[in-house]
């Protein structure tokens, strides 16, 4: 396209609001470009973690829990709740934690298929097992010191580890049906949930023999002991703390809680801590009173891609859809993981008049939901690591994928019939529809891209961006911009491709670990009919509003 036919089609794009407007016969026009930009405030305040899984209590008293989104292990105070990070990322990534009879720490890294050991504080780390895709429990023998670790979700295996690290993990059983949080009990036997069976079960390492002991949950996360005859199981899926008699099987609900529960753990004093992963939550029950007390939690999990209208801005959590009230900052629930088993692991969100479009790099789909009956109508499968999705008015979707460098517009029976409108691109990561009809993407090699939404060669709105994710159009028609290695929003003009801050110094950015794609968590951008700009934060999951200055 010719820099002059460019630059009109950028300044139609500007005037489009306006001319809608006086064309409705509006009294009020949209609001015009800010002299500057107030400070950020938190519309949803920081939490820790991004996601949080196992928990132990170590020799020292010390409550550990594991982040796998955000690839460290956390030390949470067992008293005031404050939390910091405790073995930092990449390495500290762990789904599961597990204390050795001597103080010995090991834990899961989950996405890299690795298990880590060190035998104190100061001691160095060693990789005891690797190559285990979805290696996901363990656990110590606190009699003799052996470790035991199970794969689940990218494998379905039970391993002897061993410790030394010159010996290959020692096969102990497969095809058991996702054995998750286990302990092993005073006899040398695992205690712990088939996740996909909805049973607990024990497991002799010796010869693989295998018990049930309770069946009839919905979706058994993890199980321990409490050295007074029960098993201690937490339900993904229903949110409910069950104590097993191991004598009986019986099950009682000590108490109910919210679903997405990932794991638990008992300290020497009786108090058991659980674990939410979609609410960045760690819980204490004392079991003799029925005491909840949470010790620290936020409103949202890990807020990536996210879409605003009205007074409403809905947010892919990654471990949730949310919906968030702009008028007051109340957070509520569209999804949760697990308590609905459609739900993909949400990244970015896309908006139409009658569908959001939830996408997921990780599972490969993209979920439609009816924004009526917040019901899914269709996934879409076998995606290659999309980020972005856009439902159109006319049913078709429009998905950017980023292992193909390319925007297809997907429609017809079960959207088989694909067209692509633009292909490479350098990775393409969050889209929006523009006011001219045009589809604009962030490219993470630094461009703001126009791509026409009948197909054709993709053109530099702007360029020289440092990893640019998140986009928004403003209603006078800029675009704005998350610039996530700059930890900066920037406002560009489509007409002549201009930049200036809106906000900078963002706790944007989130690392991702060994083997993941760069733009790992999209920072998602999202401005209001008033101008006000949202962007989520994945340093510290909190959501924060920019306003206009004027």
Known sequence: MPISLRRRTAAFALAVPALLAALAGCSTAPPTRPAAWSAPEALVQPSAFAGVHGLAVDRQGRLLAGSVVGNSMWEVDRRTGQARVFIAAPEGQADDIAVGPRGELAWTNYLMGMLRYRESDGAPMRVLAKDLPGLNSLDFDRRNGKLYASQVFLGDALWKIDRTGQQPPRLIKKDMGGFNGFEVGPDGWLYGPLWFKGQVVKINPANGAMTVIADGFQIPAAANLDGKG?????????????????????????????????????????????????????????????????????????????????????????????????????????????????????????LSKTRFALSSWFTGTAQLVDRATRKTTAVIHGLKAPYDAIPLEDGSVVVAEIATGSITRASGDKYAT????????????????????????????????????????????????????????????????????????????????????????????????????????????AVGADGSVYVSADLNNAIYRIRPAR
């Open 230 to 350: 029960n098993l201690w199981v937490v339900d993904a899926r229903s949110g409910e703390l069950v104590r097993v008699e191991l004598a009986t099987g019986r099950k009682t609900v000590a108490k109910q809680l919210t679903p997405s529960l990932d794991n638990l753990a008992i300290a020497p004093d009786g108090t058991i801590y659980v674990s939410n992963m979609a609410n960045n939550a760690v819980d204490a029950f004392n079991p003799a009173t029925g005491e909840l007390r949470r010790l620290t939690g936020g409103a949202v999990a890990v807020p990536a891609g996210m879409k605003t209208e009205g007074d409403k801005l809905w947010v892919a959590d990654v471990f949730g859809f949310r919906e968030v009230d702009l008028k007051t900052g109340a957070v509520s629930d569209i999804f949760r993981m697990q308590r609905e088993p459609e739900l993909e692991y949400p990244f970015a969100v896309g």
């Open 418 to 525: 694909r067209q692509v409108l633009a292909s490479g691109i350098q990775g393409p990561v969050q889209m929006v529809l523009g006011a001219d009809g045009a589809i604009y993407v962030t490219e993470a090699a630094g461009r703001l891209l126009r791509v026409p939404l009948a197909g054709g060669a993709p053109v530099a709105v702007a360029q020289g961006l440092a990893m640019p994710e998140g986009l928004a159009q403003t209603p006078w028609g800029s675009f704005i911009v998350a610039e996530s290695a700059a930890k900066r929003l920037v406002e560009i003009n489509p007409a002549d491709g201009s930049k200036r801050t809106v906000a900078e110094n963002l706790p944007i950015g989130l690392a991702a670990g060994p083997g993941l794609p760069p733009p790992y968590v999209p920072t998602g951008v």
